[in-house]
């Protein structure tokens, strides 16, 4: 019974924190003992979009929040944390910036661009 009100903790968390749709595993070579999923995406007012992202590996899981500009193919870090409670945290936004080839950031970014 506790697990059943985690994952309906989850899916509500989840939804709130964007649209809520079904993960999505995302490729990364670059970090090959994780997992990647995508948990939701949203379109911003300012027409760039929301991508809240998990990863699993061997040092545990954690959640980012990004905001991509999918036109410039620019971003920034929103939110961070081992929990998705600690995405809406106080977190320094700072600018958007470019992405890197072959970065984790760029394979997240490049899964949620498509079929925008």
């Given amino acids: 019974m506790a697990n059943r009100s985690f994952f309906i903790g989850i899916s509500t968390a989840i939804a709130l924190s964007g649209t809520a749709m079904a993960e999505t595993r995302i490729s990364v070579p670059t970090d090959a003992k994780a997992s990647y999923f995508i948990l939701s995406k949203a379109k911003l007012a300012n027409g760039n979009l ?67």
């Fill in 50 to 116: 929301q991508v809240v992202s998990r990863r699993v590996g061997p040092s545990g899981t954690s959640y980012s929040r990004r905001e991509i500009n999918c036109q410039r193919m620019t971003f920034r870090y929103t939110g961070e944390g081992d929990t998705l409670r600690e995405l809406d945290q106080p977190y320094n936004k700072g600018a958007m910036g470019p992405l890197t080839e072959g970065s984790i950031s760029t394979y997240i970014s490049m899964a949620a661009c498509r079929g925008r």
